[in-house]
């Protein structure tokens, strides 16, 4: 069983940084894939991004490749989303994730633990 705790949201203008910290309890965390999801009112949950659990193989939706870099720390049971390049488009509650079947799916239903989320907004 792993619990996930997100922080690091905030209100942020176009083209701004943010880094999203999702810290988890457990001393498995190291063995889960890790992934990040994002949920903008009105639509459909989206995947954002996936590691697996040695950091080696990374997934990442079209919409923010190229802008946003997962990593994790195994050592501090942490995952991250560095965000580059903000846009309007990337408001949403922001959601990190676990699964244990090894895969960088960015499938929300192969996932079994979820956090809270933190909330993203991004001014024009």
């Known amino acids: 069983q792993v619990q996930l705790v997100e922080s690091g949201g905030g209100l942020v203008q176009a083209g701004d940084s943010l880094r999203l910290s999702c810290a988890a309890s457990?001393?498995?965390?190291?063995?889960?894939?890790m992934g990040w999801f994002r949920h903008a009112p009105g639509k459909e949950r989206e995947f954002v991004a996936a590691i697996n659990w040695g950091g080696g193989t990374t997934n990442y939706a079209d919409s923010v490749k190229g802008r946003f870099t997962i990593s994790r720390d195994n050592g501090k049971n942490t995952v991250y989303l560095r965000m580059n390049s903000l846009k309007p488009e990337d408001t949403a509650v922001y959601y990190c994730?676990?699964?244990?079947?090894?895969?960088?799916?960015?499938?929300?239903?192969?996932?079994?633990?979820w956090g809270q989320g933190t909330q993203v907004t991004v001014s024009s």
């Open positions: 994730a676990a699964n244990n079947w090894g895969l960088t799916t960015a499938n929300g239903r192969e996932y079994d633990h």
């Open positions: 457990g001393r498995a965390f190291s063995t889960y894939t």
